[in-house]
């Protein structure tokens, strides 16, 4: 985790794979020009170290990055949508203010860290996250 107590959105990038989830938080820092203020967490791969995802992490990293303005939390593929989306509807197990965006993986993530070190709430966060999936490649 990274980021200074009492920041704003925190942003919480979970993959299948703990060095994916790193790399892309390591990249979506570092695109932001560092972007010190903003707490973001990584939550990859399963319990056991491998492949896989883990509602403890998830749930864990949610709690390292909130500071009372909400939780964007990005997933790359299938059951980690599922085991962000079981968290939320268990209600307790995330922070209020927690929402899961709707975006691509790695752009989303850059988008959301940027717009969150411009001190963008919740809702630009998640819409800046999303706006991602326009962006266009060629």
């Not at 993986?105 to 630009?124: H, I, K, P, R």
């Amino acid at each position: 985790m990274t980021g200074a107590p009492g920041s704003g959105v925190g942003v919480v990038l979970v993959s299948h794979s703990a060095e994916v989830a790193s790399a892309v938080v390591r990249l979506a820092l570092g695109l932001a020009g560092g972007a010190s203020g903003v707490p973001v967490a990584a939550a990859g791969g399963g319990p056991d170290g491998g492949l896989g995802t883990s509602a403890e992490l998830i749930a864990r990293a949610a709690r390292e990055v909130d500071r009372g303005a909400g939780v964007a939390v990005l997933v790359d593929l299938g059951s980690a949508v599922l085991t962000v989306k079981a968290l939320l509807a268990e209600g307790d197990e995330l922070p209020a203010g927690t929402r899961l965006v709707d975006a691509p993986f790695l752009e989303g993530a850059v988008a959301a860290v940027v717009t969150a070190a411009a001190g963008g709430d919740l809702d630009a966060v998640a819409a800046a996250a999303e706006e991602a999936y326009g962006y266009r490649k060629a």
